[in-house]
């Protein structure tokens, strides 16, 4: 064991949304004793690779209301944590080219409008009538949320850890957790390169990560992680609001404040790993595709090309809550590509957990990890 | 500003042809060399100011190879065309861009 260097009621494993956001709901709850340890820099891992969206069209009731508490988290960001993260509510527009998700389209707008979103469903020729620069050719079907909308990771990142410093919590960067002290069945200390550090409660917010952060307390999760790639193209003026997305497609696309497009697709055949390279494929495919779609990227060029990871789980959605088999171990995990958005919800209600013992302002017992010893799984179906 | 007369290396005087390429800028006619960048054209006929920023900033040529997005102009309706590295063609119209792009479809 290496030196003590500090003692914190709850150490976080991960700077990118999840850490620096729980550590700012802890503070607010006031739990100040905080402690983030990032083995890089903040928002390095997955948060600042991904593409911003924030959307509240899901097709379980659960993630409605979760996405729903999120917006209203974002919706007062500014005047709340004190950043500026260009959140900008310019609406979620889902594309089906397939009749049979066009009717399951149908079914989910059925389930966020008895959950009071407000969505439009579109047919071809009102999406071409709203939006002309889109090519509505084998276009079944679109959804719209205005309440939809992105905003810039890496702001939100800074935003929430400045936030949580100015309370009082502590945020190393460049600092890897090594090992785990689990003694008695209960969460004593974490030891890093930094030093070793006695903590009362251990939050696995390590993305990417997660399966091996959790192998050093001696938890499985069933968590995998896959290589997604975005590029973005150079600026043009600002004129495309929403994030445009389709499944069946297979892509997304926004255009951020200062005037790129950033888009990226899923590839089935990525195999699980770690991997941060780039391939000529993506970009080949993505490019014929999109400009089909939408002509006006015709001239642009590709600026950046980059990738990050999808912390998979087995039905797409988060794991989220406290282990019963190591006391005071949390995980907040598995987002499936779409922890950005749901982050602001979900560490309210974990640091409500951690603090409170039980959550307040939403439910998030369905995420907790047990649910994968029921055999039957209700899978998230609107990811890309 | 116009063109070299002469250069202690280059070989100036036979390289320039006799046969010249017209294109627009702003609506006036401009008399290229066809070997010409846009860039290089309008230099040689004393334009140096190819666009404006968003705030209204002049923007001009600056890096000459294509990295620096300075001497960005509008040619036939396509923002964002790098005028050092493009070639001048018979007939195109050049405009001067202001801010970003404006998008075409």
């Known amino acids: ?384 | 500003m116009g063109r070299l007369v002469e250069h202690p290396i280059l070989d100036v005087k036979s390289s320039t042809s006799k046969t010249h390429v017209v294109f627009y800028f702003e609506g006036q006619p401009i008399c290229a060399l066809p070997s010409d960048t846009i860039a290089s054209a309008l230099i040689a006929n004393g334009i140096d100011i190819f666009g404006f920023t968003e705030h209204n900033h002049a923007r001009g040529f600056f890096c000459a190879i294509g990295k620096c997005s300075s001497c960005l102009v509008e040619v036939d309706g396509i923002p964002n065309v790098r005028s050092c590295i493009t070639p001048v063609r018979d007939g195109i119209n050049v405009r001067r861009q202001e801010g970003r792009g404006k998008p075409k479809w």
Request: proline share 3%; net charge negative; with cysteine.
């Open chain 1, 1 to 384: 064991m290496s030196e003590v260097k500090g003692a914190y009621n709850v150490c976080i494993i991960g700077g990118g949304i999840t850490g620096t956001a729980l550590a700012y709901s802890l503070c607010n709850l006031g739990e100040t004793s905080v402690a983030v340890f990032e083995k890089s820099y903040l928002s390095s891992g997955s948060t600042g690779r991904c593409g911003g969206g924030i959307r509240q069209q899901w097709s379980t009731k659960n993630n409605v209301r979760l996405a729903m508490r999120s917006v209203e988290l974002f919706e007062h960001f500014k005047e709340d944590v004190g950043t500026d993260i260009e959140y900008y509510q310019g609406g979620y527009l889902m594309l089906s080219y397939d009749e049979e998700e066009a009717k399951q389209f149908e079914k989910n707008v059925e389930i966020q409008r008895e959950e009071g979103l407000d969505v439009e469903i579109l047919t071809p020729k009102q999406v071409s009538e709203r939006y002309p620069y889109i090519n509505t050719e084998d276009l079944v079907l679109a959804t719209f949320c205005q309440k939809d909308g992105h905003a810039n990771p890496h702001k939100a990142v800074i935003g929430y850890a400045q936030a949580a410093r100015r309370m009082g919590a502590r945020i190393y960067t460049h600092t890897e957790v090594l090992g785990i002290d689990v003694q008695n069945g209960k969460v004593v200390g974490v030891d890093t390169n930094q030093g070793y550090f006695k903590c009362d409660a251990v939050v696995n917010a390590s993305g990417p990560w997660s399966k091996q952060v959790s192998q050093l307390v001696g938890v499985d999760l069933p968590t995998e992680s896959y290589r997604h790639q975005i590029f973005v193209t150079e600026p043009l003026e600002n004129f495309f609001p929403m994030m445009a997305i389709s499944f069946a497609g297979n892509f997304y696309m926004r255009q951020a404040q200062h005037g790129q497009f950033i888009m990226g697709q899923g590839d089935k055949d990525e195999k699980p790993g770690i991997n941060y390279n780039v391939t000529f494929k993506f970009e080949k495919e993505l490019t014929v595709k999109m400009v089909k779609l939408f002509p006006f990227l015709r001239n642009l060029r590709i600026m950046r090309h980059w990738s990050g990871m999808y912390n998979m789980s087995p039905d797409a959605q988060p794991i989220i809550g406290q282990s019963n088999i190591v006391n005071n171990y949390f995980y907040a995990v598995g987002y499936s590509g779409h922890g950005f958005m749901v982050a602001p919800a979900v560490t309210e209600a974990l640091a409500e957990l951690i603090v409170l013992g039980k959550t307040t302002h939403t439910d998030i017992s369905y995420l907790n990890v047990d649910r994968f010893a029921n055999a039957e799984v209700e899978k998230e179906k609107n990811v890309v």
